[in-house]
Every structure is written in structure tokens, then in C-alpha cells.
């Protein structure tokens, strides 16, 4: 159970405890690296077989496109929502200036993953990172806590993205900018979730929520956010993903659908970008 802030316990949906909890994906073929994202595949040659060396790079690349949009960053203070193992938030320490990262996840083993992995910082960071158990939908943060706030791969778990956008506005600073990259439904097409879970077994099952961009755009504006914009990354994103789900899983099986629906248009990956309006100053 996560505590909400003057709220009621929410419970972690059973698809989520049961994909990352016994077995660490980020150390299985299929992700690697310390991270569990499809990656941002630019500049990776996928006329031939990648390596795992590829693999990790891309999802290091995805990372990279994401916090890219925070600029600049240096002192900043920033949370990552749904930080799985970690190993991004120690990257946004490292490579970008923040002054204080907090990884936030709802799955305590995944945060008992990401402690250990990066319990050896050196003394000038141990003290900058932190991880924290917390739901998107109820952060365990006092208000504007933060300057910055992104989420990589993990807004097609959240089962209320109202709730994300409302404490997204909190517990950024006036002036505080939010990303986040995901896979979303594009349009607002109601057949769009039963659609997507004939394709793909992680819909069916409820793991991933065919949230739609109307849906996430109109609650970040309704939570008071502003500038918000979005933008399509797909085409760096999704042949890369097939080329890489190639090397273990046949033509016709369902991982492979993911492509499929991407050249539907009935799922795209995307950045959503948006920011607390800072105060107006009178003049003087
Ligand atoms: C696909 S993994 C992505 C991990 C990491 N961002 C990466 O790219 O390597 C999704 C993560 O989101 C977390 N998660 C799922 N639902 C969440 C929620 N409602 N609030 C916070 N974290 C959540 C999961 O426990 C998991 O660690």
C-alpha cells in the first residue's frame, strides 16, 4: 500500500505487483542495463542484428531525449515518477547538473533494486540520491518540493492520469516543468482499448492502460499546467523495438504487434511536455 498525502491508502493494481516483483526485468534479454523502457533507437544501425550493447544504448538514449527537454537543469531539484531500478536517476545526476534526483516508485522491490544498484555513488552524490515509494496518483511529497518532474515508460500503468496531473501541479514549483514519455492511445476513438488488447497480451491483461492523449492532455490543463505540448517520437521508438523483439519472438506472436499498432494509428510514443506557470511579477 501507498499512503496518499491526507489520503486513503491506494493499492498497487495486481498486474503491476506481479510484472516487477520477483523477476528484475531490467537484467533480462529483453531490456538489460538496469533499465526496462523500448528505447529511443536514433543512430542505431538496424539493418543488422543490434547487440546488447545497442539495446542499452537505447534505452540510455530514451533517457537522454527525455531530460534533454528539462534544459538547463544545473542545481535543480527533480523527481522521476515510476523509476523502476534507478538507473536513470542516477544518469540525470551524473550527466545533467541536478542538485537533488528523487526516484519515486509504487513497487517496493523495484525500489529495494534501485537502492542496492547505486549504493556504491560516490560520497559527493550518495547524498543527492534518493529513492521513495509513492504512487503517480498520490506522490508522498509536500507542495512545490520540486523544480522538475519526469516519468519514462511508466504513465501506461497509471490507472488515474487526473490524479498524476493534479499532484504533478503540486508538488512542482511555480515555474517547474513536467515530461513525460509514454505510449498512448493518439486519438480519442473509444474502440481504441478493445482494439488494443486483441493485439497485445499487455493490454488484455490490464498491465498496460490504453490511455489516449486528448484524456492526458486535458488533465494536465484541467490541473492548471500550461505550455502543454506533444510531441511524437514513434519513429525512433517502434522499429527499433520490433527489430530488437526479432531476435526472440517469431512474426504473428504478440510482442510483435506493437508495430502493427503503431502503423494503425491505434498507439504512438510520445513525449508530453508542460509546466506550473510561474507567478506574474507587478511592477514595482
Ligand atoms: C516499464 S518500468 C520503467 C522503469 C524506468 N522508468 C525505466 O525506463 O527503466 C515502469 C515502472 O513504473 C512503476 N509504476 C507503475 N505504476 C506506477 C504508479 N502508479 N506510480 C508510480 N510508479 C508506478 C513500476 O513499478 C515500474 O517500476
Known amino acids: 500500500m501507498t499512503q496518499r498525502p491526507g489520503g486513503d491508502p491506494l493499492p498497487m493494481r495486481p498486474a503491476v505487483q506481479e510484472t516487477y516483483g520477483p523477476v528484475d526485468l531490467g537484467a533480462t534479454p ?43 537543469t544545473e542545481g535543480l531539484r527533480a523527481v522521476e515518477v515510476g523509476c523502476g531500478l534507478g538507473t536513470g536517476c542516477a544518469m540525470a545526476l551524473q550527466e545533467y547538473g541536478f542538485a537533488q534526483v528523487t526516484g519515486m516508485d509504487i513497487h517496493p522491490q523495484q525500489l529495494d533494486r534501485a537502492r542496492s544498484a547505486h549504493a556504491d555513488l560516490p560520497a559527493d552524490q550518495a547524498g543527492r540520491l534518493r529513492f521513495v515509494q509513492g504512487a503517480a496518483e498520490g506522490m508522498p511529497f509536500g507542495d512545490a518540493e520540486f523544480d522538475c518532474l519526469y516519468s519514462v515508460e511508466a504513465a501506461q500503468h497509471f490507472r488515474d492520469p487526473e490524479a498524476f496531473a493534479k499532484e504533478t501541479a503540486r508538488v512542482l514549483k511555480p515555474g517547474g516543468r513536467a515530461t513525460v514519455a509514454s505510449f498512448f492511445v493518439p486519438d480519442a476513438d473509444p474502440a481504441r ?43 525512433a521508438v517502434w522499429h527499433g523495438w520490433d527489430r ?17 499498432a503503431y502503423r494503425d494509428g491505434m498507439l504512438d510514443y510520445f513525449l508530453i511536455t508542460a ?10
Open 275 to 284: 509546466a506550473r506557470p510561474a507567478p506574474v511579477r507587478q511592477p514595482a
Open 193 to 235: 482499448p478493445e482494439q488494443l488488447a486483441a493485439l497485445l497480451e499487455t493490454f488484455a491483461t490490464g498491465l498496460d492502460v490504453a490511455h489516449s492523449i486528448p484524456q492526458w492532455t486535458g488533465g494536465l490543463e484541467g490541473a492548471g499546467l500550461t505550455d502543454v505540448r506533444v510531441t511524437s517520437i514513434g519513429a
Open 244 to 260: 530488437w523483439l526479432s531476435t526472440m519472438w517469431q512474426p504473428g506472436t504478440w510482442p510483435r504487434n506493437f508495430l502493427r
Open 30 to 72: 529483453l531490456f538489460g542495463g538496469g533499465f526496462i523502457n523500448f528505447g529511443h533507437w536514433d543512430g542505431i544501425d538496424l539493418d543488422r542484428v543490434p547487440t546488447e550493447h545497442d539495446r542499452i544504448r537505447s534505452q540510455q538514449a530514451l533517457y537522454h531525449r527525455v531530460l534533454a527537454t528539462l534544459a538547463p
